[in-house]
């Protein structure tokens, strides 16, 4: 009797070990459902030129596609394809990202998107929000910005002309002018702002630099003004224009901003074709690089 009990436990204990095993080899082929995280959702707020860091951590069977995106006011830029940079440990994918902030990043909202793309087509994202801190330089081309006063020697000498201009900077180095209709003209080519901070000059903050083409003749001339900015808020600034005539000839000029709106570069469309596509002598490629730099 003994004996018939021991057959029949045996079977049961091989069974018994068959399912572990078969439960076991199941366990260890599940597959590993595919995740993308930051060590952060959030960072700064942050300066021009400072770096912004993030870890992307991926969990997955295989990775076909890794790219990132920067986003500015929820408008996407051109995927960043960072596959092969990513650092693989067994189903583990890592990737340290570093941007350094532009001339720009801190006019809109600044996002990056990261996505990936599992071996199933499976795509996952994850988002790293990047506040910012608006620089003066930034300013100039978050708004539109129009003479609103110049003054020398307590006299206000602001010309009509200049009164109706309206400036558009953009963060690419160029900037234009809406001349108006009714001072629309075609003997200046506005081609590039240049931009130079100076905390160690007294209470000149920056310099502003405006490079053109003048048409004189028929031929085309280089032409800047230096402005010393005193003051800078992001609805005004004061600034000094400063120039040799007969002594020290120094125009104080206040600059307000507004949104950006209607605009119309050199007053019509007429004039901006004129002076953009038929007068080569005022192309901006002829402008002396020295003159991009300030001293």
Known sequence: MKKLHSIFIIPAILAVGI???VSSCKKEEEPVPTTITLDKTQTGPHDIG??????VTI????VTKCVYYKVVDTEK?????????????DKTYTYDFSYVLELGDDVGTLGFEFEVTDDEA????????????????GMFVKYDWKITAEEWLGSDVLAAHDAAKVFR?????????DLSPEHAGKNHHFCFWVYKETPDNGDTLAVLRLVRRLLSGDQGLDEYYDFRITEATEAEMTMYWDLAVWGLLDIQRTFK???????QPYGTEAYADTVLNQLDVLDCSHIDENLLTID
């Open 19 to 21: 399912v572990l095993v």
């Open 169 to 177: 900077f953009h963060a690419d180095g160029t900037y234009e002018v």
């Open 59 to 62: 969990e997955a069977e295989g």
């Open 50 to 55: 400072e770096t912004v860091t993030a870890t």
């Open 257 to 263: 901003s507004q949104a950006k709106g209607a605009f």
């Open 77 to 89: 830029g051109d995927p960043v394809d960072i596959t092969s940079n990513l650092v693989q440990s």
């Open 122 to 137: 499976q795509v996952k994202t994850a988002a790293l929000l990047v506040t910012t801190n608006l620089s003066v330089q």
